[in-house]
């Protein structure tokens, strides 16, 4: 998966800030959708050098409105699978779904210093018949880059929408990292998988720690 794709999930992720009021009509939703794209893709515009050289100013943003909406936790229990998940405690639960959060703003960092004027667009929505989950598809159009085409996995859970998992050319992104995971898990147990996640932030956490003195 390529480093343009992962500014997808930069993208998408704002898309999803204020979906609880959203209608479940399916046109609605896509007329919905795009106004918050033309919103975030006018952000990404004028704010992109300004995180850049500020992560910490990123970083607030996504703990108030991306991090509410993506659920790290279905992310994580979903790489590690229902049977490896129901053998950790509460506590490390929390803990590994603490340090996941940690992995998105390294994530969406990353991704913001390959911003190439990108431009975000509704493609379609399909939902199940209960009408909680399914797929929206957005296609990020550069003058620079081929366009792609991306579906987000949205689900209805209560009365929010959340996601937590993207597909591009079919390949889903927890699938893709979901090998990894487990085949460590397996071998070092929950404090490996901890270890490989802080050890892959540790330059990341670093740079924030300047930023904010």
């Not at 046109?27 to 033309?38: M, T």
């Not at 506590?91 to 960092?109: D, F, G, N, S, W």
């Not at 998992?165 to 990292?177: E, P």
């Amino acid at each position: 998966m390529t480093k343009t794709v992962k500014l997808s999930l930069l993208v998408m992720l704002w898309l999803f800030s204020q979906l609880a009021n959203a209608s479940l009509d399916k046109q609605d939703l896509k007329q919905f959708f795009q106004h918050k794209l033309d919103t975030i893709n006018h952000f990404m515009q004028e704010n992109h050098q300004k995180a850049l050289e500020n992560p910490s100013s990123l970083m607030t943003f996504v703990d108030e409105e991306l991090l509410t909406v993506w659920s790290a936790k279905n992310t994580i229990r979903a790489m590690l699978g229902a049977q490896r998940w129901s053998k950790l405690t509460t506590q490390q639960e929390a803990i590994l779904i603490k340090a996941y959060e940690q992995t998105m703003r390294r994530y969406l960092y990353e991704v913001m210093s390959r911003y190439q004027g990108q431009v975000a667009a509704v493609d379609s929505i399909r939902l199940n018949d209960k009408q909680n989950k399914g797929w929206l598809t957005v296609v990020l159009e550069s003058q620079s880059l081929p366009d792609i085409s991306i579906d987000l996995k949205i689900y209805k859970e209560d009365t929010d929408w959340t996601i937590y998992d993207f597909s591009f050319q079919g390949i889903s992104f927890i699938k893709m990292k979901q090998n990894y995971f487990q085949t460590t898990f397996d071998a070092k147990g929950f404090e490996g998988v901890l270890a490989d996640l802080d050890s892959k932030n540790q330059e990341f956490n670093k740079k924030l720690k300047v930023a904010k003195k």
